[in-house]
């Protein structure tokens, strides 16, 4: 989507911007794959909106983009990730490198933390036959990994 008609669009609904809860910027795709998502959180962000998020499998959420989307003050990160093991994730998420995404994904919590950003992260979990077997050991590890500790 072409930036002015995405500004439009946010301009557009500003005047009920106290009456929308929540503006999340990703739908059937990665948002990552935007150049330039970084610039419309920012703009969503500036514009007074609440609770701006997107949800990302993390493959590409390298140093970089980490740092730029703790700048852009974004409020909520959702990390798709199906499983607890490399193997169980992958034959899920196809194509996807389970030890690259879980080292972005620890070291932007890292960054957060020691940054005092307050971009809450949550690890969504879609439990099926491949992955069920594995939910208590991912929920404890997840657990420890979003603490602020």
Not at 8 to 28: R, T
Not at 37 to 55: C, E, L
Not at 80 to 90: F, L
Request: charged share 35%; proline share 2%.
């Amino acid at each position: 989507m072409p930036e002015k008609m995405f500004e439009g669009i946010i301009d557009s609904l500003e005047p009920y911007k106290q009456k929308i809860e929540k503006v999340d910027l990703f739908g059937l795709g990665e948002p990552l794959l935007d150049k330039f998502i970084f610039d419309r959180i920012k703009y969503v962000k500036k514009s007074g909106f609440r609770n701006v998020a997107i949800s990302t499998n993390a493959d590409l959420l390298d140093e970089d983009k980490q740092d730029l989307l703790l700048s852009s003050e974004i409020d909520t990160v959702i990390f798709s990730i199906d499983g607890i093991e490399a193997g169980t994730h992958e034959s899920i998420r196809i194509g996807l490198d389970y030890n690259n995404l879980l080292k972005n994904c620890l070291s932007v919590i890292k960054k957060r933390n020691a940054g005092n950003y307050k971009t809450r992260f949550v690890v969504r979990f879609i439990r099926q036959e491949q992955n069920i077997d594995e939910w208590d050991r991912y929920k404890e590890f997840w657990e420890k990994q979003l603490s602020f500790d």
